[in-house]
Nanobody, 128 residues
Framework: QVQLAESGGGLVQPGDSLRLSCAAS????????IGWFRQAPGKEREGVSC????????YYADSVKGRFTMSRDNAKNTVYLHMNSLKPEDTAVYYC?????????????????????WGQGTQVTVSS
């Protein structure tokens, strides 16, 4: 079955960087778009970024554009989220998820309803 496992979270100070990883198994990894989402206490889960399959195009929420970079390594069945210039408002549990539809020319979506299988999440806390 589809499995996704996030890692790399932790406690950092404002302005620091972190790299999250999402290791996938149970499906043809390179065939599906993958998304990163986050959920802060008391808030809805929101889309952070996604990466497509054909040309690895990436899309970002306005709140992280210019600070976060998403990439994928199909040989390792892994996606990464490089987070720079972290802010306290980035504090959340971060999840990766599979977009369970064949590749298309449309941009990968950033709404949670378009994603099927999810990882267990990794906590990111940005605090001085």
């Amino acid at each position: 079955q589809v499995q996704l496992a996030e890692s790399g979270g932790g406690l950092v100070q404002p302005g620091d960087s972190l790299r999250l990883s999402c290791a996938a198994s149970g499906f043809t990894f390179g065939y599906y778009a993958i998304g990163w989402f986050r959920q802060a206490p008391g808030k809805e889960r929101e889309g952070v970024s996604c990466i497509s399959t054909s040309d690895s195009s990436t899309y970002y929420a306005d709140s992280v554009k210019g600070r976060f970079t998403m990439s994928r390594d199909n040989a390792k069945n892994t996606v990464y989220l490089h987070m720079n210039s972290l802010k306290p408002e980035d504090t959340a549990v971060y999840y990766c998820a599979q977009h369970p539809y064949p590749p298309s020319n449309e941009p990968c979506p950033l709404h949670r309803g378009a994603y099927g299988s999810w990882g267990q999440g990794t906590q990111v806390t940005v605090s001085s």
